[in-house]
């Protein structure tokens, strides 16, 4: 069996996981890594069985396929030159830096007939395994999406960086088109917005609210889904989903509480969410989404197969985060085109003298440079 040539373009914190689990599946040579710190690249090329190189180009005339996890603003450049070449290319999310140089990359594999994915990795999430099989037509989402800072993705603001997952996962599901958008963001660290939340609303009736934050002291990854089938809550961290679906006596508009002491709040709770309402909790074995991901791909490359997430799917969330990223931008605060607009034009805390306004965090003013007052948390 001919194996296909394959390399990893980018091998810091998350592509010398690319590289590790391309270096393992059996259908992939894994003909060399690249990265412009050539140290790093030499101890992932070690530990791989494989070469290192710091020019990605040398690379061009020597791969079938290539995974790309390279900061976003290289996204178009890097991209796009294997691209040109019709090499399959692997895109870490978001796809690139804005829906301009995203819609390039999608011409680019539409004119050369070239395999374009991207790396949106919920979408391997064995949590969305709860939704197998349950024809369910979400009206009504919510979404929050919290870490703290790392320091890591520091091109991109929140919206590009963590919100784009869950734009992605509601698309996915409701893939008719958006009526409307409306967003807010702030900027905590004085570049990029770094906590978002937007709402979206498709022509079909369906909302969907999502936050996202990387300035926050509690991770937590969650999406709830209310539907005329029933309720779903997906938690992306612990790959667990609950679903709750109403019988059909309830469906009916009959609540019968019969023979239920309504006094003893346990045995009502035990009466509604076990007869009146059916709660089903999914746990699935816990995969490695990145191993499903990068299988996807090398089965999409030797197959021809659609891919889970085309180019095309990731453009369609790179455009909504551009709307999203839009409305922020032009954010009124006070509700007045003269007043503070914004991430980073904030509205003047109140003055008080024993405030807590006191701290070690400054809003930046749209200049950049640090406003008169502090504050001392974020979201």
């Known amino acids: 069996m001919t194996r296909s040539r394959v390399a990893v373009v980018g091998v810091g914190h998350l592509g010398q996981h690319h590289a590790r689990i391309l270096s393992q599946i059996p259908e992939v040579e894994l003909v060399a890594v690249a990265d412009s710190r050539i140290e790093q690249a030499q ?37 796009g030159d294997f691209l040109a070449r019709g090499i399959a290319t692997l895109v870490e999310k978001p796809l690139a830096a804005s829906s301009a140089e995203a819609e ?41 999406r919290l870490s703290t800072y790392t320091f890591r993705s520091a091109d991109i603001g929140v919206v590009l960086d963590l919100m784009i997952h ?41 909302v969907a609210n999502l936050t996202a934050s990387r300035a926050s ?38 609540l019968d509480l019969s023979g ?26 816990i995969q490695d989404q990145l191993k499903l991901e990068l299988e996807d791909f090398v089965q999409a490359l030797r197959s021809g197969t659609p891919p889970k997430v085309s180019g095309q799917q990731g453009l369609r969330a790179m455009r909504l985060a551009g709307e999203i990223l839009r409305a922020i931008q032009t954010h009124q605060w006070e509700g007045i085109s003269d007043g503070p607009i914004g991430p980073h034009h904030l509205p003047q805390p109140l003055a008080s003298p024993n405030s ?24």
Request: aromatic letters at 6%.
């Open 217 to 254: 002291f509690q991770a937590m990854r969650k999406m709830r889904l209310w539907s005329a089938e029933g309720y779903a809550m997906l938690d992306f961290m612990t790959k667990q989903g609950t679903l709750v679906r109403p019988s059909d006596q309830l469906r009916r508009g009959q």
């Open 356 to 379: 807590l306004l006191k701290g070690p965090f400054s809003w930046r003013s749209r200049t950049g440079r640090p406003a008169t007052s502090n504050t001392p948390q974020s979201q």
């Open 43 to 79: 101890s992932v090329a070690e530990k791989t069985g494989t070469r290192a190189v710091a020019d990605y180009r040398e690379l061009l005339n020597e791969v079938d396929a290539v995974s790309i996890a390279v900061p976003t603003f290289m996204h178009r450049e890097v991209a």
């Open 260 to 285: 239920v002491d309504l006094t003893n709040p346990a045995a009502v709770k035990e009466h509604l969410f076990g007869t009146v309402l059916r709660v089903d909790q999914v746990q699935s074995e």
């Open 166 to 206: 869950d734009i992605d996962l509601v698309l996915a599901m409701n893939p008719g088109p958006v009526r409307s958008v409306v967003a807010v963001g702030v900027s905590v660290f004085g570049g990029h917005e770094d906590v978002a939340n937007a709402r979206i609303e498709f022509e079909d009736g369906c």
């Open 104 to 144: 390039e990359l999608v011409a680019l594999a539409q004119l050369r007939r070239t395999l374009l994915q991207v790396g949106h990795i919920e979408r391997f999430n064995p949590a969305l395994t709860a939704l197998d099989g349950l024809p369910m037509r979400p009206k009504y989402i919510t979404a929050e």
